[in-house]
């Protein structure tokens, strides 16, 4: 038995989110305003997972893992703060956050994350 | 409880893990790292096919990716070869990031999660 793979906004490199087996693998999310700072990014970068979360029939509290690239450590503690104001503090995933450049010199945060339905 | 079936398996990694309906890639490089970022590339992606194959899989299947380059100057080659090779109607969740890699001379290495048939 094969199981349906459904892919959401696929475009010809990428599909936003996958969904398989009743996980949701999501890509790599960037803020929307490049010039907004660690934590602006980041809070714009949570809005969109959550309505991609939204989109498969789940939510915040049943994210599995989590990777943060973040361009410079010291950007951390203004991601983390964006994190924790949205994290649901009772489901928190599994997280690694690493020290990346990202896809342009002003992207700050990027999220990969896989979730349940 | 569902079993875990390993492929090329060595004292520190295995190629590819097998559970529960998806199989996990390691992270592939090009044995052939004298030529540019599509060049390599190229050669990843046919590592991953053959990988994918052993495991019951193939690229419309694909799940999410990751992939790192050692310099975000070296992702438009990374893309064209990935665009020409990626099933057009099936692409995967993508995050490209750059980070120092397993020699100097490696410019991409990819890491996949697939869903077996």
């Known amino acids: 038995m094969s199981k349906e793979i459904v892919r959401y906004d696929p475009d010809q490199r990428l599909s936003d989110m996958v969904e398989y ?11 929307e305003d490049n010039k907004a700072d660690a934590k602006g990014q980041t809070a714009s970068i949570l809005r969109q ?4 979360l939204a989109r498969g029939g789940s939510d915040k509290s049943k994210i599995l893992s ?3 690239y973040v361009a410079d450590m010291r950007l951390k503690p203004k991601m983390d703060e964006a994190w924790m104001e949205w994290m649901d503090p009772k489901s928190s995933p599994a997280r690694a956050t690493v020290e990346a450049r990202l896809g342009s010199a002003d992207t700050l945060v990027e999220i990969m994350c896989v979730a349940a339905k | 409880m569902s079993n875990i079936t390993r492929h090329q398996s060595n004292s520190r990694l295995s190629r590819a893990v097998v559970h529960n309906g998806v199989v996990y890639l390691a992270g592939t490089t090009a044995d ?8 390599q590339t190229e050669e990843i992606l046919g590592k991953i096919d053959a990988l994918l194959k052993l495991a019951g899989s193939d690229k419309s299947r694909l799940l999410s990716a990751v ?12 893309d064209e070869a990935w665009m020409k090779w990626i099933d057009p109607k099936n692409p995967p969740a993508r995050a490209t990031v750059e980070t120092r890699l397993g ?14 048939q």
Request: aromatic residues 4%; charged residues 20%; proline residues 4%.
């Open chain 1, 21 to 31: 087996d009743g996980r949701l693998y999501l890509a790599g999310q960037v803020g």
């Open chain 1, 49 to 52: 997972i959550d309505k991609l």
């Open chain 1, 66 to 68: 989590a990777v943060v």
């Open chain 2, 32 to 39: 052939n790292c004298t030529v540019s970022s599509k060049g």
């Open chain 2, 67 to 78: 992939v790192y380059v050692a310099d975000m100057r070296v992702k438009p080659g990374m």
């Open chain 2, 103 to 116: 020699t100097p001379e490696t410019l991409v290495e990819i890491m996949v999660t697939a869903a077996v």
